[in-house]
Nanobody, 124 residues
Framework: VQLQASGGGLVQAGGSLRLSCAAS????????MAWFRQAPGKEREFVAA???????YYADSLKGRFTISRDTAKNTLYLQMNSLKPEDTAIYYC???????????????????WGQGTLVTVSS
């Protein structure tokens, strides 16, 4: 099982980026897929998730600016990020798991599969 994240880059504050996470090796249509991020010197934090292929969940601070989605035909997860701020600067990771329960959704340690991360830098 491999997750390949892409789409990061340098963007000015107020701009947008769309991250992609391509999955290979198995189908994640009914798995929980998520995005986490880790800023320098900080712990990895939950960004958003699609729980068992249906409901979406977001970190409270990011609601309204970030949108998670998936294309099951392409086995790809997306994160649309709008109105970016310098504090959104981080390495963004995609993660997947087939057995995670809802109460564990926001815990990075609960996910079995991880992509390599893609760097997002937001300049002021």
């Amino acid at each position: 099982v491999q997750l390949q994240a892409s789409g990061g880059g340098l963007v000015q504050a107020g701009g947008s980026l769309r991250l992609s996470c391509a999955a290979s090796g198995r189908t994640f249509s009914r798995s929980t897929m998520a995005w986490f991020r880790q800023a320098p010197g900080k712990e990895r934090e939950f960004v958003a998730a699609i729980f068992r292929g249906s409901n979406t969940y977001y970190a409270d601070s990011l609601k309204g600016r970030f949108t998670i989605s998936r294309d099951t035909a392409k086995n790809t997860l997306y994160l649309q990020m709008n109105s970016l701020k310098p504090e959104d600067t981080a390495i963004y990771y995609c993660a997947g798991d087939s057995t995670i329960i809802l109460s564990s959704l926001r815990g990075a340690a609960n996910y079995d599969y991880w992509g390599q991360g893609t760097l997002v830098t937001v300049s002021s």
